[in-house]
């Protein structure tokens, strides 16, 4: 499976915007998928999760309220939705497709890991 986050850039504090994650090579529809990020110095980091139909999410505390993880099957997409970013949400965002038909917070239960793309939000 080749996974590859995309829709990164730079955007002022307060901004949007939409991160996609696609795959080819198999489907990832029976699984969940996860999105993690890495800042510059820091260890990588969970951020959203949702289940193999889009039913269950998963978010971390820093993120919540401010960030929706979605999927479309048919498309063999995955979204994470970003509003009222922040400086420190600057980190290259990565998305992985989990063992089980259900997303987790722990990175060692993720089989495929995407190419990552790059958030940068300017204060």
């Known amino acids: 499976v080749q996974l590859q986050a995309y829709g990164g850039g730079l955007v002022q504090a307060g901004g949007s915007l939409r991160l996609s994650c696609s795959a080819s090579g198999r489907t990832f529809s029976n699984n969940g998928v996860g999105w993690f990020r890495q800042a510059p110095g820091k260890e990588r980091e969970f951020v959203a999760a949702?289940?193999?139909?889009?039913?269950?999410?998963l978010y971390a505390d820093s993120v919540k309220g401010r960030f929706t993880v979605s999927r479309d099957n048919a498309k063999n997409a995955v979204y994470l939705q970003m509003i009222s970013l922040k400086p420190e949400d600057t980190a290259i965002y990565y998305c992985?497709?989990?063992?089980?038909?259900?997303?987790?917070?722990?990175?060692?239960?993720?089989?495929?890991w995407g190419r990552g793309t790059l958030v940068t939000v300017s204060s």
């Open positions: 949702v289940s193999w139909n889009g039913g269950s999410t």
């Open positions: 992985a497709v989990h063992l089980s038909a259900y997303g987790s917070t722990d990175n060692s239960r993720y089989r495929y």
